[in-house]
């Protein structure tokens, strides 16, 4: 079974920035799409942002992009987001997936592996 540790969450004022890391407990996920969704509280998940195997292709939702930032440490198994001008409703739970395709999605089902999460919490 794969294994997904997310960290770096926790509370900042708006415009304010956080980085997000997401270790992996498998080498193999170094050839695997990495994503991160976020879950506010009594809303769905959602997708912010995937990155191919590669980390040559990378895509994000509109509503973070120019904003967020997606890249990968594959000798470190690490998956990294890079939130500036945070806002408050970039507030919820950001949550680590990895895919067993190289490929990029953005769809919540095509992902294989999930972490815990981890909070953000943004403060007007």
């Known amino acids: 079974q794969g294994q997904l540790v997310e960290s770096g969450g926790g509370l900042v004022q708006a415009g304010g920035s956080l980085r997000l890391s997401c270790a992996a407990s498998?080498?193999?996920?170094?050839?695997?799409?990495m994503g991160w969704f976020r879950q506010a509280p009594g809303k769905e998940r959602t997708f912010v942002a995937a990155?191919?195997?590669?980390?040559?292709?990378?895509i994000y939702a509109d509503s973070v992009k120019g904003r967020f930032t997606i890249s990968r440490d594959n000798a470190r198994n690490t998956v990294y987001l890079q939130m500036n001008t945070l806002k408050p409703e970039d507030t919820a739970v950001y949550y680590c997936?990895?895919?067993?395709?190289?490929?990029?999605?953005?769809?919540?089902?095509?992902?294989?592996?999930w972490g815990q999460g981890t909070q953000v919490t943004v403060s007007s």
């Open positions: 990155i191919s195997g590669t980390a040559t292709d990378t």
């Open positions: 997936a990895a895919r067993v395709w190289s490929d990029l999605a953005t769809m919540k089902d095509a992902f294989d592996y």
């Open positions: 498998r080498r193999t996920f170094a050839r695997y799409a």
